[in-house]
């Protein structure tokens, strides 16, 4: 009984990393036109890429690679998702002050 949590933990480990561990995050700006003030605004968006596949992977080492795949892929979402929440926050800051009726 001990083992079952634990092997269930690893699964769903093993699960999440094989699912995400080939996606990278990155943060794109991105620019749309306000015709209510008639500027042109920037805005970021977190953009995901696949950098590789997994195809034919049989050994203990291939689990390894997709738990590191995984923690390389949420370490990547956590670091650029800050970076495209705080770069949206200062083009929206720019947008405000040139249009102050928005």
């Known amino acids: 009984m001990g083992l079952r949590p634990r092997a269930r933990a690893a699964a769903l480990a093993l699960g999440t990393a094989a699912l995400g561990g080939c996606v990278v995050f990155m943060?794109?700006?991105?620019?749309?036109?306000?015709?209510?003030?008639?500027?042109?605004?920037?805005?970021?968006?977190?953009?995901?890429?696949?950098?590789?596949?997994?195809?034919?992977?049989?050994?203990?080492g291939c689990a390894e690679l997709l738990v590191l795949a995984g923690a390389v892929s949420a370490a990547s979402l956590v670091v650029s998702g800050s970076i495209?929440?705080?770069?949206?926050?200062?083009?929206?800051?720019?947008?405000?002050?040139?249009?102050?009726g928005k």
């Open 27 to 60: 943060p794109e700006t991105t620019i749309r036109y306000n015709p209510a003030c008639g500027t042109m605004e920037r805005h970021m968006e977190l953009r995901a890429y696949q950098t590789a596949a997994f195809v034919s992977c049989r050994n203990d």
């Open 84 to 100: 495209a929440v705080v770069g949206d926050i200062v083009y929206w800051l720019e947008a405000v002050q040139r249009c102050p």
